[in-house]
């Protein structure tokens, strides 16, 4: 296999404690939408399925109020020739204390600019993380999908 160039990245800055910034991160229905299965400790299994698609996410590690990492198990995404193009990438949030509040990287791991989905796929993540979970942590409502 090809090794990928880079992972998507992107960072936000919110006026939240870390603790806030945390737990609005696992509240995934809240921000992200069509989500089914915990996700609030090491071990839980979710399925993001918006219509007739789905990603199968397990939580692989968690730091109270630091980190979270999540891996797909599965996915079939029907948009992309490869449907399983995102199964056995991660999803890595990593949080810390800044004089402003606190700065949330995110970072999927296996997304890189050499496959298809990459320019959708940031596109969504940017509507998902800067817009409704940024709006989920300062104002208590996020955006989610329908």
């Given at each position: 296999?090809?090794?990928?160039?880079?992972?998507?990245?992107?960072?936000?800055?919110?006026?939240?404690?870390?603790?806030?910034?945390?737990?609005?991160?696992?509240?995934?229905?809240?921000?992200?939408?069509?989500?089914?299965?915990?996700?609030?400790?090491?071990?839980?299994?979710?399925?993001?399925?918006?219509?007739?698609?789905?990603?199968?996410?397990k939580?692989?590690?968690?730091?109270?109020?630091?980190?979270?990492?999540?891996?797909?198990t599965?996915?079939?995404?029907?948009?992309?020739?490869?449907?399983?193009?995102?199964?056995?990438?991660?999803?890595?949030?990593d949080?810390?204390?800044?004089?402003e509040?606190?700065?949330?990287?995110?970072?999927?791991?296996?997304?890189?600019?050499?496959?298809?989905?990459?320019?959708?796929?940031?596109?969504?993540?940017?509507?998902?993380?800067?817009?409704?979970?940024?709006?989920?942590?300062?104002?208590?409502?996020?955006?989610?999908?329908?």
């Amino acid at each position: 296999m090809e090794t990928l160039t880079e992972n998507y990245k992107t960072s936000i800055l919110v006026d939240a404690s870390l603790k806030t910034a945390y737990d609005s991160i696992c509240k995934v229905n809240d921000w992200w939408g069509h989500i089914d299965g915990p996700s609030h400790q090491v071990g839980d299994e979710f399925v993001y399925h918006p219509g007739d698609i789905f990603v199968n996410f397990k939580v692989t590690e968690m730091i109270q109020d630091q980190k979270i990492i999540w891996h797909v198990t599965d996915c079939h995404l029907l948009w992309l020739k490869d449907i399983k193009e995102w199964k056995d990438t991660t999803i890595a949030w990593d949080l810390k204390h800044v004089e402003e509040g606190t700065e949330i990287d995110f970072e999927h791991v296996g997304l890189a600019p050499e496959l298809e989905c990459y320019d959708g796929c940031v596109k969504g993540w940017d509507q998902y993380v800067k817009d409704s979970l940024k709006s989920l942590i300062t104002e208590g409502v996020g955006k989610p999908g329908k």
